[in-house]
């Protein structure tokens, strides 16, 4: 799609001022499809609260997200499919799947192979026909089951109970290094830095990985699988800024973070001097794994030892947590 921004006009934004609006993102005093800085502010907004670059553009990430977002539970049927279903109507009953102890993984929104067997546990534990689709009957006995206060989430207790076993130091644990290949300077500058990391990780007694060999510039969703598929503990990937400014980026889509990923974050940043913020992007959003993105142009050969330099680090702190900390 055509990137949406300001001075457009006509349906495109029409419509984007329609689902702002719906959304509870008042467009201001622009006149409808008029694309003027009410508009603009209104797009930064909705920008923040989902983990996205406030560019105040409509591009197509920005687009899918929106809507994505003005889905609720009980409006569609949901199943597991290809290409998978996607929309705060997922998150919304992966969070109430979780918040019963039904594990359907990582609130990212997502229906996956996990989600699909939380729905079938959830059948199978209510004596319900067993196929792991979301239907009215699954969504109205989820409605009528729900405890009146929210609990943390499966996955949210899972990552904090795997904090408090992480060990003091680096050693057993695997850690894998994404360099970006967004293009052929991002390829040639990340990649050595990736690569010399997890050989100096390696030496510290942890595995390190790559999602990608070099000659590789595979898709972002393809290298979080293989994140998924190697077991890595946790992804740490490097990019030149390109959509997104500087900065350390840890998993936040507004409905669900992580902890992990923001300790993580925390730790790099404070080390590298770079701002730390939540995003939903989707190495973040698709590696089960707590995950950051470093996004520098400052990359330089001192990077690798920063980078394990953080870890180590990161290592420590979680280590120094009190127990039961959220």
Request: proline content about 7%.
């Amino acid at each position: 799609m055509r990137a949406v921004t300001i001075g457009d006009s006509g349906e495109p934004v029409r419509d984007l001022q329609d689902r702002l609006s719906a959304l509870g993102y008042e467009p201001g005093p622009d006149l409808p499809g008029e694309f003027s800085t009410g508009t603009e502010e209104a797009l930064r907004r909705f920008q923040r609260s989902r983990g996205l670059d406030p560019d105040g553009i409509l591009g197509p990430r920005s687009w899918q997200v929106l809507v994505e977002s003005g889905y609720h539970l009980g409006d569609r049927v949901l199943y597991h499919r290809r290409p998978m279903l996607r929309g705060d109507d997922v998150a919304e009953l992966q969070r109430r799947l979780n918040d019963l102890g039904f594990d359907a993984d990582k609130v990212d929104g997502v229906f996956g192979a996990l989600t699909a067997g939380a729905v079938a546990e959830f059948q199978q534990n209510r004596g319900m026909s067993v196929d792991g689709i979301a239907g009215p009957a699954v969504i109205g006995e989820l409605v009528s089951v729900q405890r009146p206060s929210r609990r943390i989430g499966k996955e949210t207790a899972r990552e904090l109970e795997w904090l408090r076993r992480l060990p003091t130091t680096p050693v057993g644990t695997r850690v894998l290094f994404d360099p970006g290949c967004a293009s052929p300077e991002e390829n040639a500058r990340t990649w050595p830095i990736a690569n010399e990391a997890a050989t100096l990780f390696q030496n510290m007694g942890g595995t390190g990985l790559l999602s990608r060999p070099f000659e590789s510039t595979v898709g972002t969703r393809v290298r979080a699988r293989r994140a998924n598929r190697l077991g890595a503990d946790l992804v740490v990937s490097v990019q030149l800024p390109a959509s997104e400014s500087a900065g350390v980026f840890y998993f936040d889509s507004g409905i669900s973070s992580s902890p992990a990923g923001a300790l993580l974050a925390e730790t790099m940043g404070g080390r590298l001097g770079l701002p730390v913020e939540g995003r939903s992007l989707p190495i973040l959003r698709e590696t089960r794994a707590p995950a950051v993105v470093v996004v520098s142009n400052t990359l330089g050969p001192q990077w690798p030892d920063d980078l394990v330099g953080c870890l180590t680090e990161f290592f420590a702190r979680a280590a120094s947590r009190p127990t039961g900390e959220e």
